[in-house]
């Protein structure tokens, strides 16, 4: 039985990806901050699989030991929890910089702490996805701190893979979803035209099960190929 860790599990890309590992059999440790959707998340994952919910902050150092040493041997890591910052989306003439320490902490230093602590423990053909986003690689007014942590993220999905080529390291955009945190960044706004997010996890299934080279890749071209 493959192992993934999922971290930010408990709603959103992050549970409908467990949901479809658990369908796979695969055994999961998932995490996410508040620990009642957590629980509830893992209850019904249980019923499919074998399952570690740990709460917590994935910032925390702390955390991500146990979430590395509930997992054992790793066959896919997928860095899904992030933080929006401070909404309404403050310019970065305003952006409070304490505020920009703990984004930056959450969406960039985090999954770089997870990924030291699983490679000594990743199997043969193990994977590693960062979930990451346009605005990392697009400038949005207001998007300023959010996409500088997702810029980092993937410079760091891009060194790891050239500094480690025998694993399979992808950034992964998922697009706009119809998420708490899209409307967090839209408030009062409808967002009911954007996907579920539960159409970007093919995407994330093809990185998991198929042979593509590390590298960077959008949710929608990957689910297209896959249709087509």
């Not at 996410?32 to 994952?45: D, I, N, W």
């Amino acid at each position: 039985m493959p192992t993934a860790i999922v971290t930010g599990a408990s709603r959103g890309l992050g549970l409908e990806l467990a949901r479809a590992l658990a369908r796979e059999r695969w055994r999961l440790v998932i995490d996410a901050r508040v620990p009642g959707p957590l629980s509830a998340a893992r209850e019904e994952l249980a019923e499919l699989t074998d399952v570690v919910a740990l709460a917590g902050d994935v910032a925390d150092a702390g955390h991500r030991r146990a979430l590395a040493d509930a997992a054992g041997r790793v066959d896919a890591l997928v860095n899904n929890a992030s933080v929006l910052g401070p909404t309404p989306l403050p310019t970065l003439a305003r952006y409070p910089l304490a505020a920009l320490e703990d984004v930056l902490r959450v969406n960039a230093l985090a999954p770089l702490g997870l990924i030291q602590l699983v490679l000594p423990r990743l199997a043969d053909g193990a994977r590693i996805v960062n979930v990451t986003s346009d605005a990392g690689v697009e400038g949005y007014e207001g998007w300023g701190g959010y996409g500088a942590s997702k810029a980092a993220l993937e410079q760091l999905t891009r060194v790891l893979a050239a500094e480690r080529p025998d694993l399979r390291v992808y950034a992964l955009d998922p697009g706009d979803m119809r998420t708490r945190m899209h409307q967090d960044a839209f408030p009062g706004e409808d967002i009911s035209d954007r996907p579920p997010p539960g159409d970007s996890v093919p995407a994330v299934l093809a990185l998991l099960a198929g042979d593509l080279p590390s590298g960077r890749y959008r949710a929608g071209e990957l689910t297209s190929t896959a249709t087509a």
